[in-house]
Each structure stands twice: as C-alpha cells, then as structure tokens.
C-alpha cells in the first residue's frame, strides 16, 4: 500500500524558515515523480514545486529562490526547504508520488506564517 507522510510544518513568524519532509513507503520511490502543493483556504490546490526522477526541479514563480525541492532515494524521502516565508504562504502543504498518470497524495501538513 502507497503511503506518503508529511512532516515538518508548523507556525514560524515572516522571514523564517521550515523544511518540510515526506517519507514514502509502498512504493520504488526513484521511479516516481514527486511534488509539493498547497491548498490556502478558499483557494485551489497549487503546485509548489516538483522533482523529476531524475533530479530535474520545476517551481512557481512565487516561490523561486525561497523554495527548495530535493529528494534521497536512499531514504525514500522529498524535502522542501523553505525560506524567507510570507505570510501569503500559509497553507496546508501535500506531498504528491506520480508515475504513469497516477497520484498518490499525503495527508497534508499545515504551514501557518503569521507573527
């Protein structure tokens, strides 16, 4: 059974930083595709940023250079390194594993930036 488990959020005042984790199981984790989005209330699940299998990156325009996306496939394990956060990123953070179409999706973790 695919399980991805986010951990790592919590509440940080603006200019701060967190790093987020998701750890999966179930799955030959190098094979995937992996992601991170956010849901704000009242708005639509965003992609963050993503990480081919391959290492390539991919990251919204409102996060580059603030965001970081890496993953070890020794520890079946995606990162995301955030840093001078802003208030407008509070959210709640999902990990995403896609392959052939198909996405697997993590609980959520809720980034809370307020001061």
């Known amino acids: 059974q695919v399980q991805l488990v986010e951990s790592g959020g919590g509440l940080v005042q603006p200019g701060g930083s967190l790093r987020l984790s998701c750890a999966a199981s179930g799955i030959i984790f190098r094979l995937y595709g992996m992601g991170w989005y956010r849901q704000a209330p009242g708005k639509q699940r965003e992609l963050v940023a993503s990480?081919?299998?391959?290492?390539?990156?991919n990251s919204a325009d409102s996060v580059k250079g603030r965001f970081t996306i890496s993953r070890d496939n020794a520890k079946n394990t995606v990162y995301l390194q955030m840093n001078s956060l802003k208030p407008e990123d509070t959210a709640v953070y999902y990990c995403?594993?896609?392959?052939?179409?198909?996405?697997?999706w993590g609980q959520g973790t809720q980034v809370t930036v307020s001061s």
């Open positions: 995403n594993a896609a392959r052939l179409g198909l996405d697997t």
């Open positions: 990480i081919s299998t391959s290492g390539s990156t």
